[in-house]
């Protein structure tokens, strides 16, 4: 009597627990015997893992893990922890009645008699996926903020550097130019000196590729005939793709212009064609196409019309890995010698600078799509033909006295002597201050200043200048081809490196009478 006295609560106690543990959803809490076979079921378990009692009761427990596991032997290594330390605790993929997988927080413990014999387990799990989700989401936007940061630093880096080889550049291919026209007329040194000042122009387009990839090239922005730019450069295309490339293209009947630089677009073209053949290692097909589309807001840019050049090869595509890294700077997928890594930057840099996109898609076909995505020309502007540079004017027979303005001195001394050979006097300056001296002590026809010196830069001397002289003509030259933050003066451009007919034709677009 006393014994069924005292059973009495402890049975109501355990049936009550029994009640609590199957009314729990939210949780999957179940019994295993000591071979791992399911023993109870909760409404949490048939929640999560889609099993009635009916069909999970007797079953091994590790038809909840996925083969991968099985194979590896997680289920068995999971008990045999619980029972020899006292407790299983992990996070693991499993799999639901319907083959779907859930990431659920796993413990198992194990359950003893009073003799401290293993008669079984108790097992609980719950379902985190939503959680790792956004810890994953998370974990990107961390990744995406960290490269963005990563970028900036080598954009701006990339930026400094281009600037530096601008500078030397201007230097080697302006002494190359004055030797050609000074030496004696010998074909061997005539040769050797054209092939120094074709490696100085490969140089400079090099250069080129890092400001692009840095954002920091002068982009002159104009409505652009797509169709009518990729026809134009056919001919340039086939000859740099060799006659193994067979080269198509696609138009729409009607007129596609986009706003862009033409020279740049073009450039950005011969890139992709480029990198196209040597993916086909010289032999395939390459088609070149245009095409308009309304586009859906991505990343930066708004949704609105767009137009895109687009090239597809017959190549071997790339992997997702590559693919997600393809634009990255210096990336390259070309032997040791054969790539820089910056010429899909450098149209990146283009699309971006013009207001557009660059993407890649390797369809599961095979071939890689580079598509130049580009804002649409508003409706009535019209592309400009191309026009034929005018021919530069010979110097008159009046000099012109003109400061020549840099820090660099290997710079200035070239500049100074492109200007003599000219036959302009030159008034040399280091600096702002130096040339303001100049400027205000006599007449002086033209000031050429160099934009990036210490303290104060070509842009605020030219301010300053045209406060006190607001006629005299100035020409900002520069490797970074862009005007300091709050500038409002207009000024002519000359980018470096120039060369003498550059510079004859900048000072003959800002001769004044």
Same mark, same amino acid.
């Given at each position: 009597?006393?014994?069924?006295?005292?059973?009495?609560?402890?049975?109501?106690?355990?049936?009550?627990?029994?009640?609590?543990?199957?009314?729990?959803?939210?949780?999957?809490?179940?019994?295993?015997?000591?071979?791992?076979?399911?023993?109870?079921?909760?409404?949490?378990?048939?929640?999560?893992?889609?099993?009635?009692?009916?069909?999970?009761?007797?079953?091994?427990?590790?038809?909840?893990?996925?083969?991968?596991?099985?194979?590896?032997?997680?289920?068995?290594?999971?008990?045999?922890?619980?029972?020899?330390?006292?407790?299983?605790?992990?996070?693991?993929?499993?799999?639901?009645?319907?083959?779907?997988?859930?990431?659920?927080?796993?413990?198992?413990?194990?359950?003893?008699?009073?003799?401290?014999?293993?008669?079984?387990?108790?097992?609980?799990?719950?379902?985190?996926?939503?959680?790792?989700?956004?810890?994953?989401?998370?974990?990107?936007? #961390?990744?995406?903020?960290?490269?963005?940061?990563?970028?900036?630093?080598?954009?701006?880096?990339?930026?400094?550097?281009?600037?530096?080889?601008?500078?030397?550049?201007?230097?080697?291919?302006?002494?190359?130019?004055?030797?050609?026209?000074?030496?004696?007329?010998?074909?061997?040194?005539?040769?050797?000196?054209?092939?120094?000042?074709?490696?100085?122009?490969?140089?400079?387009?090099?250069?080129?590729?890092?400001?692009?990839?840095?954002?920091?090239?002068?982009?002159?922005?104009?409505?652009?005939?797509?169709?009518?730019?990729?026809?134009?450069?056919?001919?340039?295309?086939?000859?740099?793709?060799?006659?193994?490339?067979?080269?198509?293209?696609?138009?729409?009947?009607?007129?596609?212009?986009?706003?862009?630089?033409?020279?740049?677009?073009?450039?950005?073209?011969?890139?992709?064609?480029?990198?196209?053949?040597?993916?086909?290692?010289?032999?395939?097909?390459?088609?070149?196409?245009?095409?308009?589309?309304? #586009?859906?807001?991505?990343?930066?840019?708004?949704?609105?019309?767009?137009?895109?050049?687009?090239?597809?090869?017959?190549?071997?595509?790339?992997?997702?890995?590559?693919?997600?890294?393809?634009?990255?700077?210096?990336?390259?997928?070309?032997?040791?010698?054969?790539?820089?890594?910056?010429?899909?930057?450098?149209?990146?840099?283009?699309?971006?600078?013009?207001?557009?996109?660059?993407?890649?898609?390797?369809?599961?076909?095979?071939?890689?799509?580079?598509?130049?995505?580009?804002?649409?020309?508003?409706?009535?502007?019209?592309?400009?033909?191309?026009?034929?540079?005018?021919?530069?004017?010979?110097?008159?027979?009046?000099?012109?006295?003109?400061?020549?303005?840099?820090?660099?001195?290997?710079?200035?001394?070239?500049?100074?002597?492109?200007?003599?050979?000219?036959?302009?006097?030159?008034?040399?300056?280091?600096?702002?201050?130096?040339?303001?001296?100049?400027?205000?002590?006599?007449?002086?026809?033209?000031?050429?200043?160099?934009?990036?010196?210490?303290?104060?830069?070509?842009?605020?001397?030219?301010?300053?200048?045209?406060?006190?002289?607001?006629?005299?003509?100035?020409?900002?030259?520069?490797?970074?081809?862009?005007?300091?933050?709050?500038?409002?003066?207009?000024?002519?451009?000359?980018?470096?490196?120039?060369?003498?007919?550059?510079?004859?034709?900048?000072?003959?677009?800002?001769?004044?009478?």
């Amino acid at each position: 009597m006393n014994h069924m006295e005292v059973d009495q609560p402890a049975l109501r106690d355990l049936e009550r627990y029994r009640l609590l543990v199957e009314a729990i959803a939210d949780y999957a809490i179940y019994m295993l015997d000591a071979g791992g076979h399911v023993a109870s079921w909760n409404a949490g378990a048939k929640r999560f893992k889609g099993y009635s009692e009916d069909e999970i009761l007797g079953q091994h427990f590790s038809v909840f893990y996925t083969p991968e596991d099985r194979e590896a032997g997680i289920p068995r290594k999971a008990l045999t922890t619980a029972s020899t330390e006292g407790r299983f605790e992990a996070e693991g993929w499993r799999v639901r009645k319907d083959g779907t997988r859930l990431w659920a927080h796993v413990v198992i413990d194990p359950i003893v008699n009073p003799r401290g014999e293993l008669i079984g387990f108790a097992k609980i799990t719950r379902d985190i996926s939503e959680r790792r989700e956004s810890q994953l989401k998370l974990q990107a936007a #961390r990744e995406q903020l960290f490269q963005a940061q990563k970028m900036e630093a080598i954009g701006q880096l990339t930026g400094g550097v281009a600037h530096d080889f601008n500078n030397l550049l201007t230097a080697v291919l302006s002494s190359l130019e004055l030797m050609r026209k000074r030496l004696p007329d010998d074909p061997g040194l005539v040769r050797l000196l054209d092939n120094a000042m074709q490696g100085a122009q490969r140089g400079a387009a090099l250069t080129q590729r890092m400001l692009a990839f840095a954002r920091r090239q002068n982009l002159e922005v104009e409505v652009v005939d797509l169709k009518a730019l990729v026809t134009g450069m056919s001919d340039l295309l086939q000859r740099a793709l060799g006659t193994q490339i067979e080269l198509t293209t696609q138009f729409p009947a009607e007129p596609i212009a986009g706003l862009t630089d033409a020279n740049q677009l073009e450039a950005a073209v011969l890139n992709l064609a480029v990198n196209a053949r040597d993916a086909m290692d010289g032999t395939g097909r390459i088609t070149i196409g245009v095409k308009r589309e309304w #586009r859906p807001a991505a990343g930066t840019l708004p949704a609105g019309n767009f137009v895109c050049v687009w090239l597809a090869d017959s190549g071997p595509g790339m992997d997702a890995e590559t693919l997600a890294r393809a634009a990255e700077p210096f990336f390259t997928t070309k032997g040791v010698g054969k790539g820089t890594g910056l010429g899909l930057s450098m149209v990146q840099g283009v699309a971006e600078q013009s207001g557009g996109r660059l993407t890649l898609l390797s369809p599961p076909a095979g071939g890689l799509v580079a598509e130049i995505w580009l804002p649409e020309a508003a409706a009535g502007q019209v592309a400009q033909p191309a026009q034929e540079p005018a021919a530069v004017q010979a110097p008159d027979a009046k000099q012109l006295t003109v400061v020549a303005v840099d820090d660099d001195a290997l710079v200035l001394f070239n500049t100074v002597a492109l200007l003599e050979d000219l036959g302009h006097q030159v008034l040399e300056a280091y600096s702002a201050d130096e040339a303001l001296t100049l400027v205000r002590a006599q007449q002086v026809d033209l000031v050429i200043t160099d934009y990036s010196m210490p303290g104060t830069n070509g842009g605020q001397l030219a301010t300053m200048i045209r406060a006190e002289q607001p006629q005299l003509p100035i020409i900002l030259a520069t490797g970074y081809a862009e005007l300091p933050a709050g500038t409002t003066i207009e000024l002519a451009r000359l980018s470096k490196p120039f060369t003498q007919h550059d510079l004859a034709k900048a000072i003959a677009a800002v001769r004044v009478g």
